[in-house]
């Protein structure tokens, strides 16, 4: 943490109060609270310093706020003060909050509360004054080795998403992409990216990057993510448990991209040694259950990471019609109108029975694009479809209109028959309909409709 003027006042405060024998007059309270305003939390932890910046050696305190963000400063004389506080927290986000006038008089108790400022007032401060008004939001970070955790200068951060306009020509479709470089703290900031939506970002640094992370821009407009960018190797470990219960599973797959294969014991513990230090995607997958897909920062003495899985019939259960269901009707689902479109490949009830496939998965071999692969383990088919950002990549699937995130090709033959298939829509790269959208994968999407 860099050493600011104000806290050297402090320390010169309490020299001088040395010297003079340390006698004080008895005084007041001063106390508060002190709040996160980006994370609408308190802020535990913060070193909270009252000055008298007329007279360093007259009642200077310092105090340190609590797990629910509350200080107080004990036996503070009349006068005038400055208060202030250090966080962690303000280095990272590289602001120097100015310190708060303070005036005690007659001995009364002071309420003061502190905080680091709000998404608003960050945006303005890094972007201009015209992002007050502005519906673009703004992404900042900080860029650290994995080895040491120390702030990287000179790497390059690279922001993308998908941007669909709908207009009297049509739909269309573009990728932004925004880039910035870490200064000598590590720090990068990012203005104008998307608000209540998605994006992707990666750091590089010569030959070393991280994987691309998916991220998620809150309505507020204001979104912070540190990032581990170095070549060295880690150890990552966690436990996994069934998000009912708690139970732990046992067998459960863990994977990251480029690295080691694990599963989890009897306990639900698991250990992945050796894998690419870094911010990585992390992939866990137990049979009967959703797999999760999210970052994960692989460094050394790195928290255990703990997973929650639901089954797949507890996520089934949410979308679940009681009613007698309607056969499935192109008009209806707009089947034909997008096939009429042609930005895709379409496989009807018909193509799909001169196949005659015996498993869901089967009839995707055939599909120019597409192509059905055991995984590292050699334990599992994948659906891969050749992606913009890389060769093969995994394509998001969706069931009768709904996404089914994660699925492999044993997912898919174990929920759906090829005989109960009414149609197949197939969209490579970013030329993927608006419904069927998962962010900005640039790895296209396949739909199946059911009888």
């Not at 608000?195 to 998916?214: E, F, K, P, Q, Y």
């Not at 992939?283 to 899985?309: C, K, M, S, T, W």
């Not at 692969?373 to 995994?394: H, N």
Request: net charge positive; charged share 20%.
């Amino acid at each position: 943490m860099r050493v600011r003027p104000f806290l050297l006042l402090a320390l010169f405060a309490r020299l001088a109060a040395a010297q003079s024998g340390g006698a004080r007059a008895p005084g007041t309270t001063v106390g508060g609270y002190v709040y996160d305003s980006l994370a609408r939390a308190p802020l535990a932890g913060a070193v909270v310093q009252l000055v008298a910046p007329d007279n360093l050696a007259r009642n200077n305190r310092t105090a340190r706020s609590d797990s629910l963000g509350r200080y107080t400063l004990d036996d503070v004389a009349d006068g005038r003060y400055l208060l202030g506080f250090l966080h962690p927290m303000l280095d990272s986000l590289g602001v120097e909050p100015p310190p708060r006038e303070v005036f005690v008089d007659n001995h009364r108790a002071v309420r003061a509360d502190l905080a680091i400022p709000g998404p608003a007032r960050f945006r303005v401060a890094i972007c201009g004054a015209k992002a007050g008004a502005d519906s673009t939001g703004v992404l900042i970070g900080v860029v650290r080795d994995p080895r040491d955790g120390a702030p990287t200068a000179g790497v390059a951060v690279r922001g993308e998403w998908l941007e669909i306009t709908f207009g009297p020509g049509g739909i269309s479709r573009r990728t932004p992409r925004l880039t910035a470089t870490t200064g000598e703290n590590g720090w990068f900031a990012m203005c104008n990216v998307p608000t209540a939506g998605s994006m992707v970002l990666r750091a590089m640094r010569g030959a070393d990057s991280t994987d691309l992370i998916d991220l998620s821009v809150p309505s507020n407009g204001f979104v912070r993510r540190d990032l581990y960018v170095g070549r060295a190797r880690a150890t990552l470990s966690g436990t996994v448990v069934a998000a009912a219960g708690g139970k732990p599973l046992a067998g459960a797959q863990m994977r990251i991209a480029d690295g080691p294969l694990a599963r989890s014991d009897d306990k639900g513990e698991w250990t992945l040694p050796d894998a690419p230090a870094g911010t990585r995607m992390f992939e866990v997958r137990a049979i009967g259950h959703y797999p999760q897909r999210f970052p994960v920062n692989v460094v050394d003495g790195a928290p255990p990471v703990r997973v929650a899985l639901s089954t797949l019939k507890a996520m089934l259960d949410t979308v679940r019609v009681m009613a007698t269901r309607p056969v499935f009707s192109r008009d209806r689902n707009g089947f034909e109108a997008r096939r009429i479109e042609g930005s895709g490949r379409y496989l009807t009830a018909a193509d799909i029975a001169k196949r005659s496939p015996t498993l869901t998965s089967d009839i995707f071999r055939m599909v120019q694009g597409v192509r059905v692969e055991r995984d590292s383990s050699g334990m599992e088919k994948v659906l891969q479809m050749r992606g913009t950002f890389a060769d093969w990549c995994v394509p998001a699937v969706f069931l009768d209109g709904h996404a089914m995130r994660g699925l492999s090709a044993d997912d898919v033959d174990d929920l759906v028959n090829p005989g109960r298939i009414a149609a197949i829509e197939v969209y490579a790269g970013t030329v993927v309909p608006a419904e069927f959208q998962m962010g900005l994968s640039g790895c296209g999407a396949i739909v199946i409709w059911t009888r």
